[in-house]
């Protein structure tokens, strides 16, 4: 069964930084896209950020670009996204999620219909 465990989530003051972890037991890692989602109470799941592990082609939703970054450390099957100048807004429980490499990363962020496999989330909250 494959398992995607996210870490690093927690309690941040605005302004402040974070690094989420996303450690797969996917066993051909390089052929799958990852992505990190997020879901504020009351609010629909969004897409922040996907990779394509084969290329490390990345996609961001606009909300996130110039303060997210995304990594895959394909040795260690894990991918990162590293968070900075945090908002009360990005407050949620952010997933990480792996589908196989059928489309660009942006379009599978976009149209996750295709991500296979979902971690349980962790949460981060940003306070003001």
């Known amino acids: 069964e494959v398992q995607l465990v996210e870490s690093g989530g927690g309690l941040v003051q605005a302004g402040g930084s974070l690094r989420l972890s996303c450690a797969s037991s996917?066993?051909?890692?390089?052929?799958?896209?990852i992505g990190w989602f997020r879901q504020a109470p009351g609010r629909e799941r969004e897409a922040i950020s996907c990779?394509?592990?084969?290329?490390?082609?990345?996609y961001y939703t606009n909300s996130v670009k110039g303060r997210f970054t995304i990594t895959s450390d394909n040795a260690k099957n894990t991918v990162y996204l590293q968070m900075n100048s945090l908002k009360p807004e990005d407050t949620a429980v952010y997933y990480c999620?792996?589908?196989?490499?059928?489309?660009?990363?942006?379009?599978?962020?976009?149209?996750?219909?295709?991500?296979?496999?979902w971690g349980k989330g962790t949460l981060v909250t940003v306070s003001s």
């Open positions: 999620a792996a589908g196989v490499t059928i489309a660009t990363a942006r379009n599978i962020c976009e149209s996750p219909v295709g991500m296979d496999h």
């Open positions: 996917l066993h051909t890692f390089t052929d799958y896209t």
């Open positions: 990779i394509t592990t084969s290329d490390l082609t990345t």
